[in-house]
């Protein structure tokens, strides 16, 4: 994206500093500074007044990565984030095309979909587990008088496919209002002319209207994983409390749970490190494998 | 309190004097996590109120804080950055941290030097004896509750079990007759680490941990996967593969749930589960011991949860002075008593108890004096209390794996030694903070 | 209509009404809840609406802070995202209409932000807000000198709003924005003379008007449904938030739970954000849409 630049510029080079101050300084302040003690913290083990602080190089990291827990956790993280970003999007495209089909630009539908995304991730996992709670759900009591077996307390999978379901909830209504707009936006001709050719309604789809969307889809990919990275302790928390056995035990949910429950700072601190490094290495690789395959028409 | 009109009179000269007031009046922050919405919160404040009313020297100024959780975080926030309150209330896994910080004075000092003089061997032991390091009493009990067997009668009734069990055998047998009778879950617990793992170490006299569970020493390693709880994890593996035993989650709203909707007919839970049960519950209830096992002469004291009060260092005297008035002003008996009555805690000192006594309480609830006596039985070094660091991610670990016992994904050794594995490398890394 | 396929435009509307009671079941029963009176029992999923969801709100309403916590929450989100809109819409011009040293430099320390959020830095950013002068004092600590500078920011807005601001997302959505703007624009500026203030103010602003309504939307939001961060902050119970006001109606040990009232308090937290998405959401679609160009 740096490749990205302003051909016509303004001369000056103390302007550009006065015009970047107020944020410089914002975050020098609130962010690099408390960031910077957050880092320091993973290579200490201390007490939570830092009394005591004991360096230790990068025990942290080690006993991280000598776990064979933690490398559960990644996998847990990576096949939740998968989980979270494909059933939001798909779900989300889904609803677009048949709502570009059948309603076209109707301002009622996009708003009755569109309000989840301002619920607060707290109170979502809290709707959530009334409606799924193996003991006093409504669906959960429903499903068992179906005889449908559904035990997220004990079936890691059950588990999972809650929480993916509640941070979704929460997402697809986001990703419908880009998908949504998307579509509004092609232009009727290219699909006139598609149908005039002969091309049904799912082969224009595949053929037109999914490549024209490449270039939002890719914002969403990009931020439905950052949201699913990040954003989603608030879930695990109130829903699954990251079991059974661990299966639903996403990072952030354990940076948040050493750090802030346990106070075992350096560990969590080391956590935080890690799981930054992560997200930078996917969003690196999305902007390297696959911006690359967008169409910015 | 004096009488309605001297009351007034006190309040009008008050107000007159307001500003004045204000400045001899000094202010004692107390941080707490009972939400001012429900009703534990509306009795602390009506304490703080009451206590206010008293005297005009101190003003004790609540804050909830939020969750347990919220509650200590914020508090070590705030002693970092040097705001922190007089008084927070940390409740069992953060109580170690703070007990080994500098960052309290033992209440027992300041209470001393305020002039006030506590019989402390009037305290009700296992309950004191969690707070007190190095002949020091560390903090003052708030809340306190242990874990008791909950169960149905109406049930119990309906399926023949004519005596509640006392051993887990008896509990065993009843748990049969129930699933005969329809019921989908004869036996739950909830929060499971406390009451299905170290509360069965203490009534059986088992060790949780070396070193007295860390009471002597931090520096200490997990030891129960050597013990009988390992054979005790197993039976109830068997019961869950028998349905005798449902497992609704490790928090307490789940078995609350199933135990009000009569899935669940016996109900291992907190003795301070009875508000919530008594407003709920719609059939005829009861409660009992623990069950012990049937070989075991000598059940021990069973093991306390709740909150206690620290006092944070860095403050002036008058301060100070304001939370011991306070503190001694909340152990009273009568306020001790108002408190079992409205809390469903149980009462810190002996003296509250035999108040309570007196006055028939335990004729009307019966059950409210059972934590009592199981508290009060003979400790041993395993059954004093357990002091491990990192308590929080330990109880984590321990909740994940019996999950695994409980959907058969590992046998009970296999579990228990793997919460073992798991859990000793924290207490290690916590006692090296602490050295 | 390009063609008449009746299987299709069927499928369409399976997948729309499948779509809208998965997203709107959580909330149907969160109304269902706050509609039961004090003594319902629990509930199944043929519970009907109960008769008290009018007075339930109006309990949850009249509750001891809550006005003052909406109050509270709206100064908090409105400053959250007035901050940042300022000071991103700045940062974001100096960095794609200037070429200065350090360019990029700049450009990687707002970029790096995005990567570690405020729950993972909570603790060392609250010294920082208790002592704001704390980052100065501990640098001329290191020369050996005690200048014993002090200044909290504790129980204040700008406690709760500041920190929430240091973050990137702002700059980058206008960052974006700006590299679509045409370039003939800035040039037509330079030729009349204008100064580089003046393009922002005059040509730049109004062009962005729909960014920062789509911007206004997506920070109030986050701003409204902070949690850990006011319930740290803030000390003295006129400060809080009412997402905190919705978490104190939870019990936090075997207590007895209101479940109508919470409901009926989460309804009223989710209310505002809820309005704020679905009055502005043309403006918000139009501004993400556009600067995707």
Redesign the interface.
């Known amino acids: 994206m740096s490749g990205r630049d302003k051909k016509v510029v303004f001369k000056g080079r103390v302007l550009p500093w006065l015009l970047l101050a107020p944020q410089l300084a914002v975050l020098a302040v609130f962010f690099f500074w408390p960031a910077g003690e957050g880092i320091v913290q993973a290579f200490f083990l201390s007490d939570p007044f830092f009394n005591t602080m004991i360096f230790v190089g990068f025990d942290n990291f080690r006993d991280l990565v000598t776990s064979p827990e933690y490398w559960d956790s990644i996998r847990v993280t990576l096949v939740f984030s998968l989980a979270t970003t494909a059933t939001a999007m798909g779900l989300a495209l889904a609803l677009a095309v048949a709502a570009d089909r059948v309603l076209h630009g109707s301002m009622v539908l996009r708003s009755l979909v569109i309000w989840p995304y301002a619920v607060a991730p707290a109170i979502a996992g809290m709707l959530w587990l009334f409606l799924f709670h193996p003991a006093f759900g409504v669906l959960a009591l429903a499903l068992r008088e179906l005889g449908i077996d559904w035990d997220p307390l004990l079936d890691g999978t059950d588990a999972m496919v809650l929480i993916v379901a509640a941070a979704a909830w929460k997402q697809v209504s986001y990703n419908f209002v880009f998908f949504f707009a998307g579509l509004q936006m092609i232009p009727r001709s290219l699909i006139e002319a598609a149908a005039i050719d002969g091309a049904g309604p799912l082969r224009r789809l595949r053929d037109i209207v999914l490549p024209l969307l490449s270039a939002t889809s890719f914002f969403l990919l990009v931020m439905n994983v950052i949201y699913a990275f990040f954003d989603t302790f608030g879930i695990v928390d109130a829903v699954t409390e990251g079991g059974p056995g661990g299966a639903t035990r996403i990072l952030v949910y354990k940076v948040y749970k050493d750090g802030f429950q346990a106070q075992d700072y350096g560990s969590s601190a080391a956590q935080s490190i890690v799981l930054m490094a992560i997200v930078i290495v996917l969003t690196f690789l999305q902007f390297r494998y696959v911006e690359r395959r967008v169409n910015y028409a | 309190m004096k009488n309605g009109s001297i009351g007034l009179f006190v309040a009008g000269a008050m107000l007159a004097l307001s500003s004045t007031t204000a400045l001899a009046t000094t202010q004692v922050?107390f941080?707490h996590?009972?939400?001012?919405?429900?009703?534990?919160g509306k009795v602390l404040a009506g304490y703080a109120e009451a206590f206010n009313a008293s005297q005009d020297d101190y003003e004790i100024v609540l804050?909830?804080?939020?969750?347990?959780?919220?509650t200590?975080?914020?508090t070590?926030?705030?002693?970092?950055?040097?705001?922190q309150?007089a008084i927070a209330q940390v409740h069992g896994?953060?109580v170690p941290?703070l007990i080994?910080?500098?960052?309290v004075v033992p209440v027992d000092q300041v209470m001393a030097d305020a002039g006030y003089t506590i019989e402390w061997e009037r305290f009700i032991e296992p309950v004191m004896a969690m707070y007190q390091f190095e002949g020091k009493q560390m903090a003052m009990p708030f809340?306190t509750?242990t874990p008791l067997m909950w169960y149905n009668a109406d049930a119990f009734e309906k399926a023949g079990v004519a005596e509640v069990p006392a051993s887990w055998d008896d509990l065993e047998a009843a748990a049969r007759k129930l699933k005969d009778a329809g019921y989908a879950c004869p036996v739950t617990s909830?929060w499971q680490e406390w009451v299905v793992l170290k509360n069965y170490t203490f009534v059986e006299d088992q060790p949780f941990a070396t070193k007295a569970n860390g009471m002597q020493d931090p520096d200490a390693e997990l030891t129960f996967n050597k013990t009988r709880f390992v054979d005790h994890l197993d039976r109830i593996q068997g019961w869950i593969k028998d349905g005798l035993y449902e497992?609704?989650?490790?928090q307490?709203?789940?078995?609350?749930?199933?135990f009000?909707?009569q899935?669940c007919a016996v109900m291992l839970?907190?003795s301070?589960?009875?508000?919530?049960i008594s407003?709920n519950a719609?059939f005829d209830f009861s409660a009992t011991l623990l069950p012990v096992e049937a070989d075991n002469e000598t059940p021990r004291n069973s093991l306390i949860g709740?909150a206690g009060l620290f006092l944070m260092k860095g403050l002036d005297k008058p301060v100070y002075d304001g939370a011991a008035a306070f503190f001694n002003f909340l152990a009273s008996p009568e306020m001790q008593y108002d408190w079992h009555q409205n809390s469903?805690y149980v009462p810190i000192t002996v003296d509250a108890y035999e108040l309570a006594k007196e006055k028939g309480y335990y004729d009307e609830f019966p059950h409210q004096e059972l934590a009592i006596k199981q508290l009060m039985r003979a400790p041993s070094d395993n059954t004093r209390g357990i002091r491990l660091g990192?308590?929080?991610?330990v109880d984590?670990i321990i909740?994940?794996?019996l999950?695994?016992v409980?959907?058969m994904?590992k046998s009970a050794q296999e579990a228990a030694d793997d919460m073992v594995r798991?859990g000793n490398?924290?207490l290690s890394?916590f006692a090296?903070?602490?050295? | 209509m390009i063609e008449h396929t009746p299987r299709f435009d069927a499928a369409c509307w399976l997948i729309l009404a499948i779509g809208l009671v998965a997203i709107f079941l959580p909330v149907y029963y969160a109304f269902v809840i706050a509609s039961q009176p004090d003594s319902a029992q629990s509930l199944d999923l043929m519970t009907p609406p109960g008769a008290y969801l009018w007075e339930n709100l109006r309990a949850a309403w009249t509750k001891d802070d809550l006005q003052r916590q909406l109050l509270n929450s709206t100064v908090m989100a409105l400053g959250i995202t007035a901050g940042k809109l300022v000071i991103s819409l700045l940062s974001a011009f100096a960095i794609t209409y200037f070429r200065f040293r350090f360019r990029m430099v700049a450009f990687w320390a707002i970029f790096i932000t995005l990567m570690l959020p405020v729950e993972v830095r909570i603790v060392p950013t609250f010294e920082v807000v208790a002592n704001v002068a704390r980052p100065l004092t501990s640098i001329i600590s290191l020369a050996g000198i005690d200048i014993g500078l002090n200044f909290s920011m504790l129980d204040t807005y700008s406690g709760l709003i500041l920190p929430l601001i240091a973050s990137a997302t702002a700059t980058f959505l206008f960052r974006q924005f700006f590299l679509v703007v045409p370039d003939g624009l800035c040039e037509a500026a330079k030729v009349d003379g204008a100064s580089p203030m003046r393009f922002f103010f005059d040509i730049l602003l109004p062009m962005s008007i729909t960014s920062i309504a789509a911007l206004f939307v997506i920070l109030f939001i986050y701003g409204w449904n902070q949690y850990l961060w006011p319930l740290l902050v803030t000390t003295q119970a006129d400060m809080t938030t009412v997402v905190i006001g919705v978490a104190r109606t939870l019990p936090t040990d075997n207590a007895d739970t209101r479940w109508n009232l919470t409901m009926a308090t989460t309804l009223l937290a989710m209310a505002p954000p809820v309005l704020v998405v679905v009055l502005l959401q043309r403006w918000f679609v139009r501004g993400l849409v556009d600067q995707e160009k």
């Open positions: 922050h941080w996590a009972f939400s001012p919405d429900i009703k534990l804050t909830y804080k939020g969750t347990y959780d919220d200590i975080n914020a070590i926030a705030a002693v970092r950055a040097g705001k309150p896994p953060a941290t080994f910080s500098d960052a809340n509750s909830s497992y609704q989650g490790r307490w709203t789940g078995a609350h749930q199933a009000y909707n899935r839970e907190s301070a589960g009875f508000g919530g407003q719609k709740g469903g990192y308590m929080v991610q984590e909740n994940e794996e999950e695994n409980w959907s994904k798991r490398p924290l890394r090296k903070t602490v050295e």
